[in-house]
């Protein structure tokens, strides 16, 4: 790989580009197109913006991604998750249909591009893995029923909002005198058939003799056919004056290139906002990513996605649009329609800066219930109540992280609920490392190797004891390896010597090598040897540079075994019996 594509793989697949995968890439990008022009439509209504600035977010982000990001088929754009941080983060601070709000959308589009950037030039990648998958299925999951609900008053045709499922159910409490009927019957209608088309389009498509990917792509194209109906519904029986909440007239054209003025007090609210979206967005799109890619046997860089989402968050706010990352449905889509390139992305670019200049007249008409059924049936999918249920059979520590950040998105908003799952997961990590799973080890009979006596029978010495600790030390359990040693120390009236194995210790920081050292001092206050045994080689190369090993009362052996054979006296080891089967 040459430096220049490292920093723009487009010039990778660029090379071998030819008429072929060109058809491939056209055909999928009219499918995509055709799926994108109502979703993102949806989701600006969703971040409280006007219509067009979904089309126009569907537009320069999918260019900028095709020159930096290294996945052949991610499409980017406008998605859920990211659209109802937005509305939340935004909402914050001016209110919708203001220049205010549109002004900050696209601020926080800049400033998620910009963290997105740096975050890739340093290599800063693994922040992601602070948010554990519980953590990251709870906030889905959450975020979906929030959204659900954030639509039903364009369902019903009522007023009502919120930023928490308490204030969105208030809002919508005592308001249904107000219900309008022609609305609710358009918005049940709409749901009822993308269900249908969801759920069941697609088999009956198949029995009906069509092959199954063209069936998969009609069934996904079920909400073009919903909005084209409800809009010639709409015009021709003058819904609007019966109160049906429409979209309305939506600009002509593409957007102006350039950023808005911004002020220093806007960026500095957006801080914190922004970097949530960052990464939440980079979680997203890079699960997406790589299981696409695993498909074709093929392998996306973590790091530089980094750089093709922030180029493409920052095209979103050059052209007045607002935060984007990696859909996981059109992606899906994208490639089942057999995209081979990122060209397809710029392909889907164009055909919406297309819909931008010659359809949205044809848009005006469109009722809101039918964007908002949109909405409601993509976000159902994305709770997954399974998932919980999985956790918490599997582990109750991480089930309680993902039911806090669920409870806490519900009833306090998408932010704090993120924050709360974040922080969470840090502290019960805190609490799981800072008492190391540690076990009495012994030789099994006829073999070299050593395991748990309480799980195995094996042989012990009454002089020589020898532990195990399964955790890297650091500042949180070094105190807690030391209080271990000297509870097994006392107990054992013969003891000469004490075996640390440290096959899986990956790492030991500087408040683990003072508990070492003290470990070593009070040991040789007591006439026992200190030993390390199977010590990793980083960690010797670290254990080298300090004086630790000058003053260490025992050696250090490469094996438990050699360990355990030099330092055991001619006495007839012990057999241990196993308390559990192993």
Not at 443 to 457: A, C, D, F, L, M
């Amino acid at each position: 790989m040459t430096k220049a594509s490292r920093y723009f793989p487009f010039l990778q697949w660029i090379r071998d580009y030819d008429g072929t995968v060109l058809t491939s890439d056209l055909l999928a990008a009219v499918i995509v197109t055709i799926m994108l022009i109502p979703q993102s439509l949806a989701y600006a209504m969703l971040a409280g913006l006007p219509a067009e600035v979904g089309l126009y977010a569907s537009i320069l982000p999918l260019v900028a991604y095709a020159i930096f990001g290294t996945s052949r088929t991610l499409a980017v754009g406008p998605v859920a998750v990211v659209s109802l941080m937005t509305a939340s983060a935004v909402g914050q601070i001016a209110a919708q249909g203001t220049l205010d709000y549109l002004t900050a959308a696209i601020a926080l589009a800049l400033l998620s591009g910009g963290m997105l950037i740096v975050m890739g030039i340093f290599r800063l990648g693994f922040l992601a893995n602070f948010l554990s998958h519980p953590v990251i299925s709870g906030f889905i999951t959450a975020s979906g029923l929030l959204i659900a609900a954030g639509q039903l008053r364009h369902i019903l045709g009522v007023s009502g909002g919120g930023g928490t499922l308490p204030e969105i159910l208030g809002s919508l409490s005592g308001q249904f005198t107000a219900i309008n009927p022609v609305t609710l019957a358009i918005g049940v209608s709409v749901l009822a058939f993308l269900y249908f088309a969801r759920k069941y389009l697609k088999p009956l498509l198949v029995a009906a003799g069509i092959p199954a990917r063209a069936a998969d792509m009609v069934a996904k194209a079920a909400p073009i056919l919903a909005v084209a109906a409800t809009v010639a519904l709409a015009a021709a029986l003058d819904l609007g004056a019966r109160g049906v909440a429409l979209v309305g007239a939506i600009p002509q054209g593409l957007p102006a290139f350039g950023a808005p003025a911004l002020s220093l007090d806007l960026l500095s609210t957006l801080l914190v906002p922004a970097f949530l979206i960052s990464v939440v967005g980079f979680v997203e799109s890079v699960s997406v990513g790589q299981t696409l890619a695993a498909k074709r046997r093929q392998r996306i860089n973590p790091d530089q996605e980094l750089i093709g989402l922030g180029a493409a968050n920052i095209a979103a706010g050059l052209s007045s649009g607002y935060p984007v990352t990696g859909g996981f449905a059109r992606s899906v889509v994208n490639f089942d329609a057999g995209a081979q390139t990122p060209a397809a992305g710029v392909f889907t670019a164009v055909g919406i800066a297309l819909a931008a200049l010659f359809l949205t007249p044809l848009l005006a008409s469109l009722p809101q219930a039918t964007l908002a059924a949109t909405i409601i049936v993509a976000v159902l999918s994305l709770v997954d109540f399974g998932a919980v249920r999985r956790v918490f059979a599997y582990s109750r520590s991480d089930f309680a992280a993902m039911a806090a950040t669920i409870l806490v998105t519900l009833g306090w908003g998408v932010e704090l609920g993120i924050v709360a799952g974040v922080l969470l997961s840090l502290l019960l990590h805190l609490y799981r490392t800072s008492k190391p799973h540690t076990a009495i080890i012994g030789q099994v009979p006829g073999t070299e190797h050593y395991r748990n006596i309480e799980r195995h029978s094996v042989l012990t010495s009454p002089e020589i004891l020898s532990i195990r600790v399964d955790e890297s030390l650091y500042f949180a359990n070094s105190r807690y390896l030391e209080d271990t040693i000297a509870k097994h120390v006392a107990a054992r009236p013969d003891l000469k010597h004490v075996i640390l194995m440290c096959s899986a210790v990956n790492a030991i920081d500087a408040s683990a090598l003072e508990s070492l050292e003290e470990i070593n001092r009070r040991l040789a206050d007591a006439g026992l040897g200190f030993h390390l045994s199977e010590v990793k080689g980083p960690v010797m190369d670290r254990l080298g540079d300090t004086e630790f090993l000058k003053h260490l009362n025992g050696r250090v052996f490469l094996s438990q075994h050699e360990a355990v054979s030099a330092l055991r006296d001619q006495r007839q080891p012990v057999m241990e019996k196993a308390t559990i089967d192993a």
